[in-house]
């Protein structure tokens, strides 16, 4: 089985605070994220992390990728380390935006939503909000397929499921992640969450 996750921020004290998450600190939010991931994935699964893993140090990394079941790859994020010190740290893999099959659909993977339509540009321009500006030049060009991102948290311009976008952070999902057969029930019309 496959499974999809994305910003779990490990050790990032700060991702408390800006993504109201509802813990006292770093070490009851990593904890209750493994108890999340480990309740559903077994030993055998394959889990994509699309990015922003853990702010915590090599060690940290290590350590909390060692309690966590399933084979790891990697979407490389914003905030992770050099893919060679994520491979060391116990990712079997790492890689930028890809895509994969899955139940006959072409699907890519990717840390960042597709990039913004000029439309959609616009009106986060009027709005203020120009953050979106800062990794363009990492976010893929819209097409007909779907995409599985993370990096957008539960900031006033978030979503779960949008334009042909699904947006795995595990601030949008009670942090847990997400299941291949939830990703091709929403792909094909059929998810009721």
Do not use: C
């Not at 990593?30 to 699309?50: F, G």
């Not at 986060?124 to 363009?136: A, Q, R, S, V």
């Not at 601030?171 to 299941?179: M, Y």
């Amino acid at each position: 089985m496959k499974w999809f996750i994305a910003d779990t921020h490990f050790y990032h004290k700060r991702a408390i605070k800006h993504n109201n998450r509802p813990f006292k600190d770093i070490h009851e939010m990593n904890d209750y994220i493994v108890k999340q991931w480990n309740a559903v994935i077994k030993k055998t699964d394959t889990v994509y992390v699309l990015g922003d893993f853990s702010w915590g140090n090599q060690k940290q990394i290590r350590d909390i990728l060692t309690r966590l079941h399933g084979y790891k790859i990697l979407i490389y994020g914003n905030h992770d380390k050099r893919a060679w010190q994520m491979i060391r740290a116990g990712f079997k893999d790492v890689r930028e935006n890809i895509y994969i099959n899955l139940n006959g659909h072409k699907v890519y993977l990717s840390h960042y939503p597709y990039y913004p339509t000029w439309l959609v540009r616009l009106k986060l321009w009027w709005h203020g909000y120009d953050k979106w500006k800062k990794y363009t030049h990492k976010q893929m060009r819209r097409d007909d397929h779907w995409l599985i991102h993370g990096h957008i948290h539960n900031n006033r311009h978030a979503w779960k499921i949008k334009d042909k976008q699904i947006n795995v952070g595990v601030d949008q999902w009670n942090f847990k992640p997400v299941s291949e057969k939830t990703i091709v029930e929403i792909i094909e019309g059929r998810y009721r969450g």
